[in-house]
């Protein structure tokens, strides 16, 4: 059984550095994209940028680009999404998801999403 | 930057069909995606390359392209489908990929 297993809720300062994860199981970690959506509170689903594990090949929205760090350790099957320093607009639930670019050629399998608050 | 535009709502009753469509340029040379969410949800793919079914998604969920319009058909809508749905797709050039704003179904 595919599952992505993503890391718990966060509250952070503005300025501070965050680093998030996505841990998948259940197939072949390297032989499949794997990226992240953004959801704002009570707005609708933002692609982010993905990553091939096996080579870290990775492709960002340009609108994204520079903000956020993409990243994976395919010795333990985990993705990441990392800040340098937070926003107060970087409030939001984050989802990874696995991209079977080869076959569906979409997000196929989810995580349960991790909520991200960033507050003075 | 590149843009899918889908209507905010759609209400249908019981047993009716729900048609939700999304607009792009780009859609006669790019493939098109539909994602179904449930509040407090995770999303879930319903149809892929413009119009298969992935496994373990109901026969009701359709999908269709033409033009720059492509389209989610539910046949015989029932209560459990009241969600958002978002097309995704991407530019000509597949630099932009994007989720159109999402579309509020809702079940009378």
């Known amino acids: 059984e595919v599952k992505l297993v993503q890391s718990g809720a966060e509250v952070k300062k503005p300025g501070e550095s965050l680093k998030i994860s996505c841990k998948g199981s259940?197939?072949?970690?390297?032989?499949?994209?794997i990226g992240w959506v953004r959801q704002m509170p009570g707005k609708g689903l933002e692609w982010m940028g993905i990553?091939?594990?096996?080579?870290?090949?990775?492709l960002y929205s340009p609108s994204l680009q520079g903000q956020v760090t993409i990243s994976a350790d395919k010795s333990i099957s985990t993705a990441y999404l990392q800040w340098s320093s937070l926003k107060a607009s970087d409030t939001a639930m984050y989802y990874c998801?696995?991209?079977?670019?080869?076959?569906?050629?979409?997000?196929?399998?989810w995580g349960q999403g991790t909520l991200v608050t960033v507050s003075s | 930057s590149y843009e899918l535009t889908q209507p905010p709502s759609v209400s249908v009753s019981p047993g009716q069909t729900a048609r939700i469509t999304c607009s792009g340029d780009a859609l006669p040379k790019q493939y098109a995606y539909w994602y179904q969410q449930r509040p407090g949800q995770a999303p879930v793919l319903v149809i892929y390359k413009d119009s298969e079914r992935p496994s373990g998604i109901p026969e009701r969920f359709s999908g269709s392209s033409s033009g720059t319009t492509i389209t989610l058909t539910i046949s015989g809508v029932q209560a459990e489908d009241e969600a958002d749905y978002y097309c995704?797709?991407?530019?000509?050039?597949?630099?932009?990929?994007?989720f159109g704003g999402g579309t509020k179904l809702t079940v009378l």
């Open positions: 998801a696995r991209h079977d670019g080869a076959g569906k050629g979409t997000f196929d399998y």
């Open positions: 259940g197939y072949s970690f390297t032989n499949y994209w």
């Open positions: 995704q797709s991407a530019d000509s050039s597949a630099t932009y990929r994007v």
């Open positions: 990553i091939y594990p096996g080579d870290s090949d990775t």
